[in-house]
């Protein structure tokens, strides 16, 4: 019974997938990413994992274009964002994205984060806005505290707040750039447990994170990357579990036991 | 006999009050308060500048102002956005015009508007239309400078997040980043208001109708009355004060409550 109510609702989510060829991005005279190939397929869960300026969120980045990359090409759903002429604003209505300073809009509430875009963009009346907004609100559970402007709210509830205003543009994929990283870690909790949620009900999800049991459990695929390259990619059991490169390892071995000291360096 | 540092600090401030206090009894011993009052307070020239110093002089000058602040706020707002732009061309226009106007004294600018643009194009403005473009020009250039600070101000991630949702460029600024921007420089901007309210008493440079009179005008006319003295002055100072101590306060509110949502 549990399996068709959530194979339902795999099924209205339209999912789009990613594909991401000699994806080359560079700041002046920094290469930040060397040439990336990456498949997500619909409805698949993919995530990105590596030190800090491997290139990881600069990827996720690139894929709804807030950065432009210089050579290469990438496909969502339909369309491909790399080409000149593509209608950004067309392609991010199907690319939702949340970010580690969550930003949400000071300036009005729960409610109207959830509600601008869909009035202003997708055209949508109030009312309905509005009945999407809270039903996006409720799936975080936040349906509450509809009303309340952003700084009355806890960081993990942002951050829910912000998913719920992703969701409400009915995205096709959903991009999280470390939505953990900035929060208390009381907080972590909630918000790993409505992107699991997410991902059971079939989202595609390109995850760039640093927690390490969240990856094992929820993704399909996980992505290890350093130095701007992929070096390592598979199955999350696979990677986190059994890694094959000895760069994965070095990484997950300073990761998973942060007070291990490595005499050698 | 060493005091300590709190002693120190008391015996200090008892020796400052007590200078106040002298210079004040001196003062009032010593002026000579006939001469004083005749100068500047003087009763029955201030009964014979109302009601119209309020119904005619003070409602012009709200008038002015208010006139001017519309068109400063229009045009500062689109200065700070020609500022900002990608394209280098209104970015030069914008400092062109903003280093212009606010390095040449607004009494120049009202000589211009009155008599150059007259003379030069023949086309000749009504008083409200000339006080409106001449401080509304001035006032654009200071207006402008705030909001580009107010504007850059407010976090990139905002407009990240607004162009994430599939907002056009025009729309995030207008829906997400410029309603932030006027809630950072509602203090600043208050004080725009109270410098306008003052400068509007050069619109006397352009030779006013007696229903044109503002508070500065009215007051000046007010003393070529016989034995007036400055008394109608000090009435209009007053009303000038009326409009902008509670600006002032205002001001103060807005930036209290900024503080409080930021911390």
Known sequence: MAESTSSAAAKQIQAAGVSIKELRKSYGSNEVLKGIDLEVAPGEVVCLIGPSGSGKSTLLRCVNLLEQPNVGTIHVGGFESTDPDVDIDKMRRKVGMVFQQFNLFPHLSALQNCTIAQTKVLKRSQADAAEVARKNLARVGLDHLADRFPDQLSGGQQQRVAIARALSMDPELMLFDEPTSALDPETVGDVLAVMRNLAKEGMTM???????????????????????????????????????????????????????IDIAE | MAMTVRQRARVSRSVQYGLLALAVVLFILFADWASIGKAFFNWDSAVKQFPEIITLALKNTLIYTALSFVVGLSGGLLLALMKLSSVAVWRWIATLYIEFFRGVPALLVFIAFGFGIPTAFGVRFDIYVTVMLALGMVAAAYIAETLRAGLQAVPKGQLEAARSLGMPHWRAMVSIVIPQAFKIVLPPLTNEVILLTKDSSLVYLLGLAASQYELTKFGRDGITQPNAGLTPLVIAGACYLIITVPLGILARRFESRTAKTKG
């Open chain 1, 206 to 260: 390109l995850v760039v994170t640093h927690e390490m049991g969240f990856a094992r459990e929820v993704a399909d695929r996980v992505v290890f990357m350093d130095g701007g390259v992929v070096v390592e990619e598979g199955a999350a059991e696979q990677v986190i579990g059994a890694p094959t490169q000895p760069r994965t390892q070095e990484f997950l071995r300073r990761v998973l036991d942060p007070t291990h």
